[in-house]
């Protein structure tokens, strides 16, 4: 359930349950949601359904679950990374989702990667571990890279995603001369 205003929902956004249901693991958290929570879990099934999946642009971060006023916002979803591994980021942001409803009802959440999201990772099947890598995104963030400065004293080049922000003034540490934007 989303906050009214709360999150940019300008790409077209999809549930956890119709992407689930894409990628063939919607029955998997069905089951597992069935077996370890015994008290109202057809709710919370319905509340892990219903929270949309954003796409997100990010070359850095392959997912991540958002959540504004202890209410489930959105999982950000990078989808030109592997197709094994946009099953498992899917899943990793699931278990997120599911360790705030479960353990933080009602309030903000807390539980990134700490026993209660281990849980959760453990019992949908994947490893919890905290990052994944993606050889395609690394690719890709080298090629959105810019010249963005030039080293005033040494002349060495700067390359970065985004821009240098023109009201700072940063300083080459190997020769200590301010570095000119581009
Ligand atoms: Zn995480
Ligand atoms: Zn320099």
Redesign the pocket.
């Known amino acids: 359930m989303a906050v009214k205003g709360s999150c940019d929902l300008s790409f077209a956004a999809q549930t956890v349950e119709a992407w689930s249901r894409q990628f063939d693991v919607w029955s998997r958290v069905c089951e597992v949601v069935g077996r370890e929570q015994k008290v109202a879990s057809g709710k919370l099934l319905e509340q892990i359904a219903q929270v949309p999946v954003v796409r997100s642009r990010s070359t850095t971060t392959l997912g991540c679950y958002v959540s504004r006023s202890g209410t489930p916002c959105c999982i950000r979803l990078q989808f030109d990374q592997e197709p094994e591994l946009l099953v498992q980021t899917l899943l990793h942001e699931i278990a997120h989702l599911i360790d705030h409803l479960v353990s933080f009802p009602g309030r903000s959440y807390r539980g990134a990667h700490r026993s209660g999201w281990t849980f959760w990772a453990i019992a949908l099947g994947i490893s919890p571990c905290r990052t994944g890598n993606s050889e395609s995104l690394a690719q890709q963030h080298q090629q959105r890279k810019k010249l963005v400065a030039v080293?005033?004293?040494?002349?060495?080049l700067f390359y970065r995603v985004r821009r240098l922000n023109r009201n700072r003034t940063y300083i080459?540490k190997?020769?200590?001369?301010p570095?000119k934007p581009v």
Do not use: Y
């Not at 080293?151 to 060495?156: A, F, N, P, T």
């Open positions: 080293c005033s004293g040494c002349g060495e080459h190997q020769c200590g001369s570095l």
